[in-house]
């Protein structure tokens, strides 16, 4: 088979304190590497905010895109305007730039190593909801993270998962595209989602901000 998919449920998952809180890692690529050796090529976490205001932690070399889950965060680039995300909003950044976070909040980060592009969606879903997910065909890693909820999740051709509050559903391909997921509200509230795809970065794209 030349798409695998695992499930990592929420226990599994590792937390850690910094310096404004708390970050959950949730997946890790190549998946033995570790994200205080900065050898990794990619990494998605989720991280709670409980300092009124605090100082991301600097990543050089690395690409950031980070999307509000709950609360309200203002966020201060050095050296250029300041913007403020609410759920379900996104900011990309480099992860040298110093900033400075206002609010409490829960957000997710995704950190993209040299060589690697990504993208994440958010995902709300009613009651008996059903929705097609078709990651874009250069993907080689679709990960698809439940916030809130119970969500049935279905990969091309093959059986379904079910994912509670927390869990992840990883595929990755090795040849062939991955196809598209289907993607169902099986709990009686509102199911959120995280959906991220990761790709080698194409030839000759320069490094994106």
């Not at 993607?183 to 790709?199: F, H, I, K, R, S």
């Amino acid at each position: 088979m030349s798409v695998d998919v695992r499930v990592i449920r929420r226990p599994q998952h590792r937390t850690s304190a910094w310096s404004g809180g708390e970050t959950t890692e949730i997946a890790i690529f190549p998946p033995h590497s570790r994200y205080a050796a900065r050898d990794f090529g990619w990494r998605v976490s989720s991280a709670t905010v409980t300092s009124e205001t605090s100082e991301f932690t600097r990543l050089p070399g690395y690409n950031r895109r980070l999307l509000l889950l709950a609360g309200e965060l203002r966020l201060q680039p050095a050296g250029d305007r300041e913007t403020i995300l609410h759920p379900g909003e996104q900011y990309a950044f480099r992860g040298d730039t110093p900033i400075t976070s206002h609010g409490l909040a829960t957000d997710f980060n995704l950190m993209l190593g040299p060589g690697w592009e990504g993208d994440l969606a958010y995902v709300v879903l009613a009651p008996g909801d059903r929705r097609a997910w078709r990651p874009a065909d250069a993907a080689q890693h679709a990960l698809a993270y439940c916030r809130h909820g119970e969500t049935l999740i279905t990969p091309a051709k093959m059986p379904a998962y079910s994912l509670g509050s927390g869990d992840l559903l990883w595929a990755t391909s090795h040849a062939e595209r991955l196809g598209a997921f289907d993607m169902v509200n099986e709990g009686e509230g509102q199911a959120t989602l995280v959906l991220v795809t990761v790709a080698r970065e194409s030839l000759g794209r320069s490094v994106r901000t």
